[in-house]
C-alpha cells in the first residue's frame, strides 16, 4: 500500500483540485497447484489506512465486478444495444423484461460457480 498525491492534467489546474489517491497490491489467498497467484494491483482515491480499510476496498470492487458482469449479460447475452425499437413504450418494455431476464442469468451463473 502506498498513497501519492495526484495532480490534475495540464491546462486544468484550475478546475480540479490535487487528490490523493493509494495504490494496493492483493494476491490471491488460495493458490491452485497448477498456476501462479493472481496479484491484483489497485488505485482508490477511498481513505486506506489499514487492513481493514484494504478489505472494504477489495469487497467493494467485488461488487463493481458483479455489476459489470451483469450488463456484459445485458449487452452480450441479451444484445439490448441491437435492438431497432424507436418508440419510448416498446425500448421501455423491452428493457424492462431484458433487465429481469439479465439478473436470472446472472444469479444462476452466480450459483452455479458456488
Known amino acids: ?38 496479484r491484483w494491483n489497485f488505485i482508490t482515491n477511498l481513505p486506506v489506512k489499514s487492513k481493514k480499510h484494504i478489505k472494504k476496498v477489495l469487497d467493494w470492487y467485488k461488487q463493481r465486478w458483479k455489476i459489470e458482469t451483469y450488463f456484459k449479460v445485458l449487452k452480450s447475452g441479451l444484445k439490448v444495444e441491437e435492438s ?3 418508440t419510448a413504450d416498446r425500448l421501455s418494455r423491452l428493457i424492462s423484461m431484458s433487465c429481469i431476464l439479465a439478473w436470472r442469468i446472472h444469479w444462476l451463473t452466480f450459483l452455479n460457480r458456488d
Do not use: C, W
Open 1 to 38: 500500500m502506498k498513497t501519492v498525491e495526484q495532480h490534475p492534467p495540464i491546462g486544468k489546474e484550475a478546475d480540479y483540485p490535487d487528490m490523493e489517491v493509494t495504490f494496493i497490491s492483493a494476491i490471491e489467498a488460495i493458490i491452485p497447484d497448477n498456476r501462479e497467484p493472481i
Open 84 to 86: 431497432k425499437l424507436r
